[in-house]
């Protein structure tokens, strides 16, 4: 786990999915609220919280609100 927040919602608990092989290069890491990943070496409009574009931010009470997309139809009957 990492101390940093989640671009995206701020969440402060972030999850390792990945490392690169050679290690110490980049990780690939996600929030364990909104499931934001990003890459450690993709610019700081996606892996920082202050740069991250505003328009894309999400709060708790969004992320819990959000409709499911696409919505699963009713089961066909015959
Ligand atoms: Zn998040």
Known sequence: MSTQHCP????GTIGL?????DP?????LRC???LYCWRTTE???RTSRDHY???FTMTAEEIGSAPH???IPPLRTR
């Not at 995206?8 to 969440?11: E, Q, V």
């Open 32 to 34: 364990e609220r909104c």
């Open 17 to 21: 999915l990945f490392a690169s092989p």
């Open 43 to 45: 610019p700081d409009r």
């Open 8 to 11: 995206r919602c701020a969440h």
């Open 24 to 28: 110490g290069i980049w990780e690939v």
């Open 53 to 55: 574009p505003d328009t």
């Open 69 to 71: 997309v696409p919505p």
